[in-house]
């Protein structure tokens, strides 16, 4: 089918006003412009009035292009019959045309990653057969318009995300009762959620919830022992909750979440200030919960036994946290419950652990072990095991010395291995021949700190070998060609 040629025309003007280095418009010269390859990315420019010419136009995504210091065209709230409409991450400023209320098909809008601020439009209200509507990261103030709530169609809503905001939910979230299709919810960096309990029971009745960010909205222990005197009905929808960047101090933050949700099986309390142990009934209540992320907090090894008995769980994030003790106290506490055969995934870096090495096999599932950044020392001893279906292994920038075990070698289901930036002597070509057991077949990304070995090539299938800040003296072995699947190689 030819297109018609007012249409193509007015793609051309388009296509004028675009500043295109990459050539990613160089197709538009044929007659046939229904085969031009669409706008992909690296344009900038303006987007020129033509574009009101293509009257039946449903789909128009501009996202991740470079608009900068530009406002988005009021223009584009003329196009009647958009029904999805991307412009993400193009670095609009100034406000949202009020005209996008008049975009009544539309059931996508994303406006995200802009530098967009001002009000939220009320007129969004008109917008009916909206199902999906990212506002997030920019600059809006204000209270979100309640007239929102007349979006019954929408199944996601994100809102927040960028320290600039100032926005502020009315009405205490009354309107939010409405969107009985909500599937997913973001408010975070609003800013007066911790005034009233009124819109948390709000969204714990919305029937199809799933996923729930609050993410940076002050919200602190005075807030819940406030909330125990308002009735919640669990939530049997809600699975993912978001709380990191709040200011909770009290464990029972956890008590409070099992009040908030029955099916829970992701939960983050990141960057917050949580210390102390929970209580046993958290462990009986999360009976669903698969991933917990406790970064930056203050606990310490013996809060670990509050988690031990969570069986579901697969990860458990802990970095940037109190730890100073051993190895084998750390894991001691952890592994005295049911979670050790479950967890998949640990991240213990960045803390203040000390001595060395320890047997980790009793975690018999674990996939992902980050042991980074710790005040490890000492040599590795001979008789510790890795978990057999471990992939990823870091313990870079810490204080190891002489080499690995032998035993390293039988992890065959080893992907991963980061050593670098530690006191290691040992000969590399001895490190690599510790790993020439199974773990030969398998090894794909080695991180080094040393002079290259000349058994390198003995590493069949790596594809990544990182070796900085070294001093190579030697130059590089021949044996490195037999490492035919190398994609990556930093000197």
Not at 232 to 247: A, I, K
Not at 378 to 387: A, D
Not at 441 to 464: C, R
Request: charged content about 15%; some cysteine.
């Amino acid at each position: 089918m030819r297109c018609i040629p007012e249409e193509r025309e007015a793609l051309l003007q388009f296509k004028a006003a675009i500043v295109d280095d990459f050539g990613m418009l160089s197709s538009w010269t044929t007659p046939h412009c229904c085969q031009w390859e669409g706008i992909r990315r690296s344009m900038s420019g303006e987007i020129h009035k033509s574009l009101v010419e293509l009257s039946q136009l449903q789909y128009l995504n501009l996202s991740k292009n470079s608009f900068i210091y530009t406002h988005i065209p009021e223009f584009l709230g003329s196009l009647r019959n958009l029904k999805y409409l991307d412009l993400s991450s193009c670095r609009f400023q100034g406000q949202i045309p009020s005209q996008f209320g008049s975009l009544s098909h539309l059931k996508y809008l994303n406006l995200a990653h802009n530098a967009m601020n001002g009000l939220i439009p009320h007129q969004f209200g008109n917008l009916s057969q909206l199902r999906y509507l990212d506002l997030s990261y920019n600059y809006f103030e204000g209270n979100i318009p309640s007239q929102l709530g007349n979006l019954s169609q929408l199944h996601e809503l994100y809102f927040g995300g960028g320290y600039l905001d100032n926005l502020k939910i009315s009405d205490g979230g009354q309107w939010l009762s409405n969107l009985l299709s909500l599937t997913h919810l973001s408010l975070d960096f609003v800013s007066n959620l911790n005034r009233s309990h009124t819109w948390l029971q709000v969204i714990v009745k919305l029937p199809k919830l799933r996923e729930l960010s609050l993410f940076h909205c002050s919200l602190s222990d005075n807030f819940i022992l406030s909330s125990r005197t308002s009735k919640f009905n669990s939530s049997t929808s809600l699975s993912v909750l978001h709380l990191s960047q709040n200011s909770f101090t009290s464990p029972m933050v956890f008590q409070w979440v099992s009040n908030i949700t029955s099916n829970l099986v992701e939960l983050d309390l990141g960057y917050s200030l949580l210390e102390g142990s929970t209580s046993s009934q958290f462990n009986m209540v999360m009976n669903s919960l698969r991933h917990l992320d406790l970064s930056s907090n203050n606990f310490k090894a013996k809060d670990l036994k509050s988690f031990t008995n969570i069986c579901t769980l697969c990860s458990l994030y802990l970095s940037s946290n109190k730890f100073t003790e051993d190895l084998p106290s750390i894991l001691g506490n952890l592994s005295s419950g049911c979670v050790r055969h479950s967890l998949h995934e640990l991240d213990l870096s960045s803390n203040d652990i000390t001595g060395t090495l320890s047997d980790i096999s009793v975690f018999s599932s674990l996939k992902t072990l980050f042991l980074d950044a710790n005040r490890f020392n000492g040599m590795i001893h001979e008789g510790v095991k890795l978990p057999s279906t471990l992939e990823n292994l870091s313990i870079s920038r810490n204080f190891f010395q002489g080499g690995i075990p032998k035993l390293f070698g039988n992890a065959c289901a080893l992907h991963s291995l980061d050593m670098s930036y530690n006191s290691f002597s040992d000969e590399l070509s001895m490190i690599i021949s510790h790993l020439s057991g199974c773990a030969r077949y398998s090894l794909e990304e080695l991180s080094l700190q040393s002079i290259i070995p000349t058994s390198m090539g003995l590493l069949l299938d790596l594809q990544a070998l990182l070796l900085r800040n070294n001093n190579l003296v030697e130059g590089i072995p021949f044996s490195l060609s037999n490492c035919t699947k190398l994609v990556m190689l930093d000197m």
